[in-house]
């Protein structure tokens, strides 16, 4: 990675009426890594991509991207990053090459590469055989792909990807985060905002958000390593009425669902000696409670809990 940022942001706000969608965020994305913008719908992670990428100017606040200044050069960020939103960009009723033609000619792709890239973009997708096929028939695995291609058609140097695998099952999930990775490979900055925590870990740095601020931003070992509390992980006959009994026992700080299993956090020792009989109350039965190392999911809840309890105004610029 190189010493020079590729996005630097600096108190970014928006505002929409009396609604603070992204407030005083700060933070620095390094060249060649993979910028992860985690937190659940609502959280401002769209908002603020749709500023960087030069789409919604801010309320308070400035950014750079490549260099660039978002209040004064909109227009040349937009030639220097490839931008895939959450919701389907391309045309359904036009076939695979006729999309990557439409945005070869929208980015200005000089006529004598463009059969170069439409190639390459084709290989990347695992499209050279369906390149004739209307795109509203692919499956949406293949659609995504097809759209992180016409993204980088133009080979910018940093790809902003707004929750890019929403709706994708877990193996096409997996495979869109291998093409990502190839794109680093080529010293592209990706930029990438999901809810999928064990997306989270695909990224080399993290940036938690929760309601419009930033509270927590670190790399995924570092994140873990600021955890307090012992993680349980309980099996039971039902899960899902133990969660409500055990957030009245004293000792643990909090409780959620994992699946079928409970995942909950301690700060006192023998808690576990407590957890049976006070589930058994409840007629539920313990099957298992082991420890493990906590989850980045884990971290995320105990982060907001402490956020919306201290009224904490966001992490400084990193």
């Not at 919604?56 to 040349?76: F, K």
């Not at 957030?247 to 409970?262: K, M």
Request: proline letters at 5%; a neutral charge.
């Amino acid at each position: 990675m190189n010493d020079s940022p590729a996005v630097v942001a600096r108190d970014l706000t928006r505002v929409f009426g009396s609604f603070t969608a992204v407030d005083r965020v700060s933070f620095s994305v390094n060249t060649g890594e993979v910028f992860g913008f985690l937190g659940p719908n609502g959280a401002g992670k769209t908002t603020t991509i749709k500023m960087l990428a030069g789409l919604l100017l801010p309320s308070s606040g400035t950014a750079t991207v490549a260099g660039l200044e978002i209040h004064t050069q909109t227009e040349q960020i937009k030639q220097r990053i490839g931008y895939m939103s959450q919701l389907f960009s391309l045309y359904g009723d036009l076939s695979v090459e006729q999309n990557i033609a439409f945005f070869s000619g929208l980015y200005g792709i000089p006529k004598e590469k463009r059969h170069e890239r439409r190639d390459w973009v084709l290989e990347m997708a695992g499209l050279r055989d369906a390149r004739s096929r209307l795109t509203g028939e692919l499956p949406l695995g293949f659609k995504q792909r097809l759209a992180l291609g016409c993204a980088v058609l133009h080979d910018p140097p940093i790809l902003f990807l707004d929750e890019p695998t929403s709706g994708v099952d877990p193996i096409s999930r997996r495979n869109f985060w291998e093409l990502i990775y190839s794109l680093t490979a080529r010293k592209t900055t990706v930029f990438v905002s999901t809810h999928y925590m064990e997306e989270a870990e695909y990224c080399h740095r993290l940036a938690l958000m929760h309601q419009g601020q930033l509270i927590a931003l670190d790399t995924p070992a570092r994140l873990r390593e600021q955890s307090t509390g012992t993680v349980l992980e309980i099996t039971t006959t039902d899960s899902a009425r133990a969660v409500p009994i055990l957030q009245q026992v004293p000792g643990i700080v909090e409780v959620g669902l994992f699946g079928r299993t409970v995942h909950a956090v301690v700060q006192s020792v023998g808690i576990e000696t407590i957890i049976p009989a006070r589930l058994a109350a409840g007629q539920i039965t313990v099957n298992n409670i082991s420890r493990i190392p906590p989850s980045l999911e884990d971290i995320f809840i105990s982060l907001v809990r402490t956020a919306d309890t201290s009224g904490n105004s966001g992490v400084p610029h990193a």
